[in-house]
């Protein structure tokens, strides 16, 4: 099992910035994907960003040029660095993990954390 740990939510206002982590651990994984999606009230959720063990990224394309991913192999940790934040922001935001274990490859959630963009 991966168990993962985000940080970095809060409030903010329009224009503003924010930066979230997620740190994975567990016993005896390799992670292939570190990735974010989010979530707003009555919306599904959807792809903010994902990574690759060998840094290639992707974007949902509401947040191509505002948002950057990247990852620390090493600590099993991803970032996701947020500018130029607007109100349309504002979501539970994700971290979502695909790794292999002892028992097979799964896809893992963190606990979610909330960012609000609001004056």
């Known amino acids: 099992q991966v168990q993962l740990v985000e940080s970095g939510g809060g409030l903010v206002q329009p224009g503003g910035s924010l930066r979230l982590s997620c740190a994975a651990s567990?016993?005896?994984?390799?992670?292939?994907?570190m990735g974010w999606y989010r979530q707003a009230p009555g919306k599904q959720r959807e792809l903010v960003a994902t990574?690759?063990?060998?840094?290639?990224?992707n974007y949902g394309d509401s947040v191509k040029g505002r948002f950057t991913i990247s990852r620390d192999n090493a600590k099993n940790t991803v970032f996701l660095q947020m500018n130029s934040l607007q109100p349309e922001d504002t979501a539970v935001y994700f971290c979502?993990?695909?790794?292999?274990?002892?028992?097979?490859?799964?896809?893992?959630w963190g606990q979610g954390t909330q960012v609000t963009v609001s004056l």
């Open positions: 567990g016993n005896s994984f390799n992670i292939l994907v």
């Open positions: 990574i690759t063990s060998g840094g290639t990224t």
């Open positions: 979502n993990v695909r790794a292999s274990t002892e028992i097979g490859w799964g896809s893992y």
